[in-house]
């Protein structure tokens, strides 16, 4: 590819024609055309340097960010990850979220649909220089790198103050994210490349303006920002790149470009599914830019293996699907439609198309989340909706007239409508009402729109390339500035969240992850008072978050372990109680409890200094019930059960410390004292 940049960018020799009888040197090309600041600005290395320097200096505050959202499922946690390159044919015989399903005992909900191999596969290869884990499991000190046994500053990775196993998953992310940086860079010149050589030949300027509007939008900030989402920047890449490698076949007819297209076309089914957009894309962009006549049979070897490796394709990920389940799901967040009526579900996805519309032309509001309850059901009778459809009628019959009269145009409103309508949720299921990153591809024809009218608008005042620059500028400007502030949310989870649920306050899974963040951030400060207020701050997500979805285990088990620490017990037992009632195979049930078992005794033994025997009594009971296997739980109630003169039910609860402890001291101590 780096071969096939260089290729592209040589240029004709300049020469120096002197006019007769004349001084003045005007400096031209082969076409004698002048060569101006505009020429060498779009020429050579220049324009490739101005991409690459900008999306570092947009995305290098992300290098010292950590994991946030999907990352720890996708990557840290997953198995055929941290065992790095030994987990490559895991990595391509199975699902995406196969890892994750499995550790959660809810294989049987995986349905099969993200055979996503290739963005995963870069992460087990970044694996091999983090450090891989062949058991893909974090031992108990695995944040001690030196092994000294202490905790030492460089060892709080993730610089929350704790010292475990969340410090092992955050090893790694620089590396991470500067590989994002880099993807998105390259995919960036590649696009110039494509756009500067094919769509725009005789305007290159367009070309760089197309693409530094599209490297500084804001609504590419997560898929940069969040690991993960390198899904998007490969699926991107490799389908710029088969364009591109098609269309040089088609100039020289070397079968080497051939290969390379082909490549990169089953690189691009590999990365995502918007690869087989392709089968609509490439056609259409051979029509519309073709030196020569575009004709089929020129491109019968093309088109064929495109078929031949897309059956390939299929293959592999209908083996992944292989014997899951087909039940469908019954959670709101996996189903945002799933209590709408059939005609609220097509309003709203029709509607959610402005949305997209909207986020691409004004990028201010921008959210992690878009699921259930975020964009509230729509009906045929709002006038929201009938603006949508009037606008991507309007956008499609534009389309076709542009097709027509073979206009990059077409191309445009192609790449923006198609690769929507695959996320829409109107073909199948997505998952997700939309999402920032689902409208990465689409926001190309976006910007091409863009650029055109930028350009279109210094022609009408008769300007030369200054003013061009004088609308450009302000605009990258203020995207550059929303970019960079907007990253700041994704430096990680407590971050994104405590950021998004003041944007989209009717989220759910938002309200519910700020209350997650809010219970664990209470147990990093000692000052009580900042406890409690982290606590109730994580009561209130959490009451919202079950409000807004009565069925969200997860929130339960939030609000259940805010609700321990601030020692109201009732509502602690009733939440989790609750929440395992609706997941009762939830993989840290007993751990839940122990928690609230443990927070019950600790109460109890704190009323020792008060001697309210009977109340402790009380507590201690309890803590058993949950968790009758710990030694001290048993040994104190005995004491106080003792202090009451209750002997019998004493020397009963000893012996039975005593048989789960045999080796404590102050345990064998009170044996002999009620023989």
């Not at 947009?58 to 720890?72: C, F, I, R, S, V």
């Not at 070309?207 to 490297?215: G, K, M, Q, Y």
């Not at 997650?516 to 406890?531: D, N, P, Y």
């Not at 409000?547 to 602690?572: V, W």
Request: aromatic fraction near 14%; glycine fraction near 6%; charge should be positive.
């Amino acid at each position: 590819m780096t071969k096939a940049i260089m290729t592209a960018k040589k240029q004709k020799p300049v020469k120096d024609i002197r006019a007769q009888n004349s001084t003045v040197a005007i400096v031209t090309d082969d076409n004698n055309r002048p060569v101006t600041w505009i020429t060498k600005l779009t020429s050579g290395y220049l324009p490739y340097v101005l991409l690459i320097a900008l999306s570092f200096i947009l995305y290098g505050n992300t290098l010292h960010y950590q994991y946030a959202l999907d990352d720890e499922i996708i990557i840290c946690k997953n198995e055929p990850v941290l065992k790095g390159l030994a987990g490559t044919s895991d990595i391509f015989r199975n699902d995406l979220f196969e890892s994750y399903y499995s550790q959660n005992n809810a294989s049987a909900q995986l349905s099969g649909g993200r055979y996503r191999p290739l963005s995963v596969f870069s992460f087990a290869l970044e694996q091999e220089f983090i450090g891989t884990r062949p058991n893909a499991n974090f031992e108990k000190n695995c944040w001690d790198t030196n092994e000294n046994g202490q905790p030492d500053p460089s060892e709080d990775l993730n610089g929350d103050g704790a010292y475990n196993y969340k410090d092992c998953l955050s090893k790694g992310f620089t590396l991470r994210h500067f590989d994002n940086i880099l993807f998105y860079s390259l995919t960036c010149c590649v696009l110039f490349l494509f756009l500067s050589t094919v769509v725009f030949r005789e305007k290159k300027l367009l070309a760089l303006i197309v693409c530094l509007l599209f490297v500084a939008h804001p609504l590419h900030t997560e898929v940069v920002a969040n690991v993960k989402s390198r899904d998007e920047i490969f699926s991107f890449l490799f389908i710029i790149l088969t364009l591109y490698f098609a269309h040089r076949y088609e100039t020289n007819r070397k079968w080497k470009f051939i290969v390379l297209c082909l490549f990169s076309f089953f690189c691009a089914l590999l990365s995502k599914e918007y690869g087989a957009l392709l089968f609509v894309l490439l056609p259409l962009s051979l029509y519309l830019f073709s030196r020569t006549s575009f004709k089929l049979k020129n491109f019968t070897g093309l088109f064929a293996g495109m078929i031949a490796l897309f059956g390939i394709y299929y293959f592999l990920r209908s083996g992944v699907a292989t014997g899951l389940s087909n039940v469908q799901d019954v959670e709101l967040l996996n189903n945002p439609y799933l209590l709408a009526t059939p005609s609220q579900a097509l309003a709203t996805k029709l509607f959610v198309l402005w949305k997209y519309l909207w986020l691409c032309i004004f990028p201010y509001q921008l959210c992690s989340d878009y699921g259930y309850n975020s964009i509230p059901y729509k009906s045929f009778g709002d006038i929201s909706l009938w603006i949508s459809i009037f606008i991507f009628s309007g956008i499609l019959v534009s389309g076709v007239i542009a097709s027509i009269k073979k206009h990059w145009l077409a191309f445009a409103i192609a790449i923006y409508v198609l690769t929507l309508f695959l996320v829409s949720n109107l073909i199948f299921n997505l998952g997700a009402t939309m999402g920032e990153r689902l409208a990465f591809h689409a926001s190309l024809g976006y910007c091409m729109v863009l650029g055109a009218l930028i350009v279109w608008l210094s022609g009408k005042l008769k300007s030369n390339g200054v003013v061009i620059f004088i609308i450009v500028l302000p605009v990258l400007f203020l995207y550059s500035a929303k970019t960079i502030s907007r990253n700041r949310a994704w430096e990680n989870d407590d971050t994104l969240a405590m950021t998004d649920v003041k944007i989209m306050p009717e989220s759910a899974l938002l309200n519910n992850n700020a209350a997650k963040s809010s219970v664990e951030h209470s147990e990093l400060v000692s000052e009580a008072a900042a406890q409690h207020e982290f606590l109730e701050n994580a009561v209130y997500y959490g009451q919202k978050a079950v409000h807004l979805h009565p069925k969200l285990g997860s929130a339960y088990i939030n609000l259940g372990l805010a609700y321990a620490r601030l020692q109201q017990f009732d509502s602690s037992l009733y939440c989790l109680d609750k929440a395992f009632a609706i997941y009762p195979d939830h993989p840290n049930k007993k751990a839940c409890y122990n928690l609230l078992a443990d927070a019950l005794y600790q109460k109890g033994h704190s009323l020792g200094a008060t001697q309210s025997w009977q109340e402790g009594i009380v507590l201690f009971n309890k803590a058993i019930a949950l968790n009758p296997d710990v030694a001290k739980y048993w040994y104190d109630l005995g004491g106080y059960l003792f202090k009451t003169q209750d002997f019998v039910k004493a020397k009963q609860a000893w012996i039975k410390a005593y048989q789960l402890d045999p080796n404590d001291p102050d345990i064998i101590k009170v044996q002999g004292i009620l023989k």
